[in-house]
């Protein structure tokens, strides 16, 4: 049985859906001010609402289910409100979860899968990414989710955890069916904002800084397809269960795209002619994050499937044209 934290989310609920089709057992836990219930489709997936915070509803779950590893993605992901409203951010990224590893602790739980960052690598000197490049991160949220990586090193330390930190780059598409997508309130990714330019639901894109070093002199990042991360977790989770060491690794495809090349592939995917204003650099963007992929490679045997970034918006613009619209109605 896996407890799955934030599993009604974006990528949890791509993850979860692949690991019910495995067969795996599966307690979602999500408090639902992000997640929604509808992005849970397999019926042996049992829902909790509440909060990864609350020891005494840990306490009750830990003793009805016999967890053999937690999959933590829950979290606030807002970079620009973790800079106007830290303690929100260090309270649920960084503080919440000390309750969950104190219940782990208790129930002799030691396998745990981190939803870690490339925002943990702030303002990187070399690209592409390694997991050796320092980490110094220039934002409360990438700082929120550090500070944790740091306490499941010393949890592996006094008691044994053994924890595979997942540092994804830019989580993108949808569900291959169109069954489940994103549907983040605001969005503030992309892919999905472009496309939201050009159904209406948000005005013109707009794009921060032209002037960067970069061939385009935009910024550039690595797309990593949602159902490409669900696979890595699945590997994560063997790895623990075969005995597998601590890992830190980033999960990417290695591919720089910038934002100029992700407004011709949605007008290419589209034949839509997205509305863009140019405007200045927003404090704090890197001009390149692009990850080395090869450790996950070498210790997980999981490499990025989906490198093509036309199918990865495909999969986002399908899912925005299905029954759903791209919103869930919770
Ligand atoms: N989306 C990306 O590009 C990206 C990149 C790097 C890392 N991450 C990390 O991956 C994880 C998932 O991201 P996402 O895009 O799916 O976000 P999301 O907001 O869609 O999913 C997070 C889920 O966690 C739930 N949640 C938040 N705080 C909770 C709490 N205290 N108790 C219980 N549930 C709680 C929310 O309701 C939501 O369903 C996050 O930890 C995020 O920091 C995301």
Known sequence: MILVTGGAGYIGSHTVRLLAAQGLRI?????????????????????VRGDIGDHT?????????????VVHF????????SVT??????????SAPLALLEI???????QFVFSSTCATYGVPTTIPITEETVQSPINP?????????WILADCETAWGLRSTCLRYFNASGCSADGVIGEDHNPETHLIPRV???????????????????????????DYIHVEDLAAAHARALDHLAEGGESLRVNLGTGIGISVKEIIAAVEKVTGKTVPVVMGPRRAGDPAQLVADPSLAWRRLQWRAKHTNIEETVKSAWQWMNGPRNGRYNS
């Open 27 to 47: 307690v979602v836990l999500d408090n639902m001010v992000y997640g929604h219930e509808e992005a849970i489709v397999d019926d042996a997936v049992q829902l």
């Open 57 to 69: 509803l840990l306490r009750s779950l830990f003793e009805e289910h016999k967890f053999s590893a």
């Open 74 to 81: 829950a979290a606030f992901a807002y970079v620009g409100e």
């Open 85 to 94: 409203n830290p303690l929100k951010y260090y309270r649920n990224n960084t």
């Open 104 to 110: 782990m602790q208790e129930f002799g739980c030691r």
């Open 141 to 149: 949220y990438g700082r929120s989710k550090l500070m944790l990586e």
């Open 195 to 221: 496309l939201m330019a050009l159904t209406g639901e948000a005005g013109p894109v707009e794009v921060f800084g032209t002037d960067y070093p970069t061939p385009d002199g935009t910024c550039i990042r």
